[in-house]
């Protein structure tokens, strides 16, 4: 027997057309890379599109529908400005270049970079997205360092403090 989901899903794939599928859990999943020879944080933002339309229609104060509207991406990289933030440790914050988005079935997937010739040392990070809708809200962030080890860090409702993308290696346990 298909779940409910599995069902809008294959009602979606014949229809030609998005359906709303609503979810039981509330989060949204950030991957970081740093790229040496851009010398840029390379960051990718999957959402919940109804998550999305919902925080961007409450903005704006009038229904957005990505699909329908032609200047969605404007919209989505406006908040994505508002709501994930990085700063340097040492001073300032750094600057999100938008380099685009894509929907598939109901996550929209944004991409974004951010130039920190410095590298990872020392960048933080606070991410509110959907704060604003869900008190149960977690934003995952999967940070992969120059080394190629994986830091994982969880964002929550009521905790408004940066973060720091890696922790320091400690060689004596290596």
Same mark, same amino acid.
Do not use: C
């Given at each position: &027997?298909? =779940? #409910? @989901?599995?069902f809008l ?8 057309? @998005? ?9 949204? %999943? ?8 851009? $010398?840029?944080?390379?960051? *990718?933002?999957?959402? %919940? =599109?109804?998550?999305?339309? =919902? ?5 704006a104060?009038? +229904? ?5 509207? /032609? ?10 400005r508002?709501?994930?933030?990085? #700063? ?5 914050d750094? @600057?999100? *270049?938008w380099?685009? &988005?894509? $929907?598939?079935?109901?996550?929209t ?5 951010? !130039?920190? /010739? ?18 149960? $809200? ?8 120059e +080394?190629?080890?994986r830091?994982d860090?969880?964002? #929550? /409702?009521?905790a =408004? ?6 922790? !320091?290696?400690?060689d #004596?346990?290596?």
């Amino acid at each position: &027997m298909l =779940s #409910r @989901r599995m069902f809008l899903f294959a009602l979606w794939s014949a229809s030609g057309t @998005r359906a709303a599928v609503a979810h039981k859990f509330h989060a949204s %999943f950030t991957t970081i890379e740093y790229n040496a020879d851009t $010398q840029s944080l390379e960051i *990718l933002l999957r959402t %919940f =599109s109804d998550d999305l339309e =919902s925080a961007l229609s409450r903005k704006a104060r009038r +229904r957005i529908e990505l699909d329908r509207i /032609p200047h969605s991406a404007e919209l989505v990289s406006g908040y994505v400005r508002e709501h994930f933030k990085l #700063r340097h440790t040492t001073g300032g914050d750094l @600057r999100l *270049l938008w380099v685009g &988005m894509e $929907q598939r079935v109901d996550m929209t997937w944004i991409y974004v970079e951010a !130039p920190t /010739p410095t590298g990872l040392s020392g960048v933080e990070a606070l991410v509110t997205i959907f704060y604003e809708l869900f008190h149960d $809200q977690k934003n995952n962030v999967s940070v992969k360092d120059e +080394r190629g080890k994986r830091h994982d860090i969880l964002f #929550r /409702p009521g905790a =408004s403090a940066f973060k720091p993308l890696i922790r !320091p290696y400690d060689d #004596r346990a290596l």
